[in-house]
């Protein structure tokens, strides 16, 4: 399996996405911001055709994950069948209370490509707020789902979707003592898992690069330890080298032509910066604390990572040449796994304090913390492409490591799609 083999032809045509003449403009604004106060109810009847009913299925479970819509029960609908050349009986729609419906249709090409239309309706105003076709390989009608679904996103929230995406993490399984770790990647929605590596040795903080073909991760052996670069599309996996010491939290610059890393020897911990063209080493920081979990500013100029520098664990940022050190991290509490949000609005964290964990976010300049979630363990977050999401995992007292989501309010937390064990995923941006 291998990503490049996943990719495919796949094109979007709008298809009117003006209101209809004598109707009142588009009423419906989902705040993204605010959180799940009231989902808004949504109907998406299957698709006519072949995998119509497969599709709608998977817009359906995008949009109920997300938090901010509820798909009303296909019994309560009162039309069937419902043609996108014609417009839907709006009034009919108000009588069940729903005040979103999406429709479309299925059709397959004569050089056998799937072409999917659909349209988005504001049942209130009875505008159409979308209209898109997409052509692809009957295969990839999964990915099709996910493009719509993003779409959908984004005309109702104004926000970027996050749906066409990919998570890598590391899949769990056996006892405690003897835990096989291995490196798996799967859809948002937890479909297509597939294992990349074969659980023989242990693999820790996966991270995609920034056009998803390649991840860097941590591989621990009985020879000691090593960071490695996967290509998705070719399967092939190269180390960046030999270290004197253990290295470890391997992280991509967000054009990909860096890795930040630590490298710990004598119990110290100091970051590296590495050019992946010419293998080339800086040494960015030279302190007797742990200096760990580097991690980008979306422009490439900065860096944010933790260290104890100061006597517990806390949160600095520098620039990426490794001058101008700060600390941001100012509350209680010891705070790890620091993540640059993709918009660079804000830094999530994992904090340690009153015997909990807890995930959060704060600003670059360390203001308007937020604590997000609150467990016996809530560890390693990792940010949606849109910058408004966050995956971790979490694990009770005893229990499996399981992923999560929480939306950037908190309000919207909630089981991430993937049922096995799992930790420490790592979120790819929206796929090519």
């Not at 996910?146 to 104004?158: A, E, F, P, V």
């Not at 003592?177 to 937890?190: A, F, H, N, T």
């Not at 910066?273 to 500013?297: A, C, E, H, V």
């Amino acid at each position: 399996m291998t990503l490049r083999h996943l990719l495919f032809a796949l094109c979007a045509l709008i298809m009117g996405t003006a209101a209809l003449p004598g109707v009142a403009a588009a009423q419906i604004e989902v705040d993204v911001n605010q959180g799940n106060i009231q989902p808004v109810p949504i109907a998406i009847p299957a698709f006519s055709g072949g995998r119509g009913g497969d599709i709608a299925g998977v817009i359906s479970a995008n949009l109920e994950q997300s938090g901010l819509f509820a798909p009303v029960n296909p019994a309560a609908f009162p039309e069937r069948n419902l043609d996108i050349a014609i417009q839907p009986n709006f009034e009919a729609w108000k009588t069940i209370d729903t005040q979103v419906l999406v429709n479309g249709q299925v059709t397959t090409e004569g050089d056998g490509r799937l072409r999917v239309d659909f349209r988005l309706w504001d049942i209130g105003s009875g505008t159409q707020l979308l209209g898109l076709q997409f052509t692809s390989t009957p295969e990839n009608w999964r990915r099709v789902a996910h493009k719509i679904s993003d779409q959908i996103y984004q005309r109702l929230t104004g926000e970027s979707g996050y749906f066409d995406t990919r998570v890598v993490f590391i899949a769990e399984s056996g006892p405690r003592g003897k835990r096989v770790k291995r490196l798996s990647i799967m859809d948002q929605d937890g479909a297509n898992n597939s294992y990349l590596t074969d659980g023989s040795y242990i693999v820790m903080t996966p991270r995609f690069s920034a056009n998803s073909q390649e991840i860097t991760y941590m591989a621990l052996r009985p020879t000691g330890s090593s960071i490695y670069l996967f290509n998705i599309s070719t399967g092939r996996q190269e180390t960046l080298g030999r270290f004197p010491g253990m290295v470890f939290a391997p992280r991509f610059s967000p054009n990909g032509d860096r890795v930040v890393f630590s490298v710990e020897k004598n119990g110290n911990s100091d970051l590296y910066l590495m050019d992946l063209r010419s293998r080339g080493q800086t040494r960015l920081t030279s302190d007797p604390g742990i200096d760990t979990s580097g991690s980008f500013s979306p422009n490439g100029g900065q860096i944010v990572f933790n260290s104890d520098r100061g006597g517990s664990p806390q949160l600095y940022v520098m620039n990426a040449d490794g001058s101008g050190v700060r600390r941001i991290s100012r509350g209680g509490g010891r705070y790890t796994t620091p993540v640059w949000s993709p918009r660079g609005d804000f830094i999530a964290f994992t904090k340690q304090s009153g015997g909990q964990f807890h995930i959060g976010v704060m600003k670059p300049d360390g203001s308007d913390e937020r604590i997000l979630t609150t467990s016996y363990l809530d560890e390693g977050p990792t940010w949606a492409p849109n910058g408004r999401v966050l995956m971790f995992f979490r694990e009770g007292r005893g229990g499996e490591p399981r992923l999560w989501n929480v939306d950037i309010t908190g309000r919207i937390l909630r089981p991430a799609p993937y049922r096995g064990s799992g930790s420490d995923p790592a979120w790819s941006p929206l796929l090519d």
